[in-house]
């Protein structure tokens, strides 16, 4: 079932631009907490936090570096943002994801590592394994009828970086480029960055990490995040537990 989160259990639709089907981690876990203070934000806990001091990279590095993946907070995406569709609610998409994480497994992540992956840095798993691929595959499909079409303006800022055909049929198809075949699994850490950052970001950052990505890790829970409004940062609210075992 949803349990209780460190904000609100309680939302309405109409007070939410967006929602997302997230994987994360337990707020009072090393890796969310050591993740989410190189980020300068907790979105579990909706505050602002001081980042850490890594080797070589100051604050105001550290701020430009992760100014987009601040604003959606840590987290590996599932169900990537979408609009309600007009004949779904907030109170269906609940229940729908009570039911649906009541019947599956938690998946095991294995160990993750620190490593870029198309321009910016990333925690990922050493190896993706085909119980997790077979999850997020259901999720998209099974959670699809929440989501309301992109409209041009939102097709035309995906297809700005450049999609190959298959991830333009993704686009049309589920709204998003990077599924199915061309989904990985990733915990964004930086925005895109040049070579020589990238390569120090992923040597800093690794050192950083360390000690919260020693242990394999599980997928124990999908996570509902919400954007309040356009461009509001994400807040986590609700994690359904993946309790079939």
């Known amino acids: 079932m949803a349990l209780q989160s460190p904000l609100t259990r309680r939302f309405e639709s109409a007070a939410v631009h967006r929602f997302a089907i997230y994987a994360a981690v ?59 569709a007009a004949d779904r609610s907030s109170h269906a998409l609940d229940n729908t994801l009570r039911s649906f994480t009541a019947a599956r497994d938690p998946v095991t992540l294995g160990r993750l590592e620190v490593t870029a992956l198309s321009g910016f840095v990333a925690l990922r798993p050493v190896e993706e394994t085909a119980a997790l691929r077979a999850l997020v595959d259901d999720i998209v499909r099974t959670f ?35 599924v199915m075949d ?24 690794a050192d950083y990490l360390a000690p919260a990505i020693a242990a394999p890790v599980t997928l124990s829970a999908l996570w509902l995040f919400v ?19």
């Open 144 to 178: 699809d009828v929440f989501r309301r079409p992109p409209d041009d303006a939102e097709l035309q800022r995906r297809r700005a970086s450049g999609l190959t055909p298959r991830q333009e049929a993704n686009l049309i198809r589920w709204g998003y480029p990077y």
């Open 26 to 84: 337990d707020p009072d876990s090393m890796l969310h907490n050591l993740a989410s203070a190189w980020l300068g934000r907790d979105a579990a806990r909706g505050m602002g936090l001081q980042r850490p001091r890594l080797d070589g990279v100051d604050e105001t590095t550290a701020a430009a570096w992760t100014e987009d993946p601040a604003r959606y907070g840590f987290h590996a995406t599932l169900k990537p943002p979408f609009r309600l």
């Open 182 to 205: 061309d989904f990985r699994l990733h915990f964004t850490l930086t925005g895109r960055l040049d070579e020589p950052a990238r390569s120090h970001a992923v040597s800093a950052l």
């Open 227 to 245: 954007e309040p409004s356009p461009g509001a940062p994400f807040r986590q609210v609700s994690r359904y537990a993946l309790a079939a075992a």
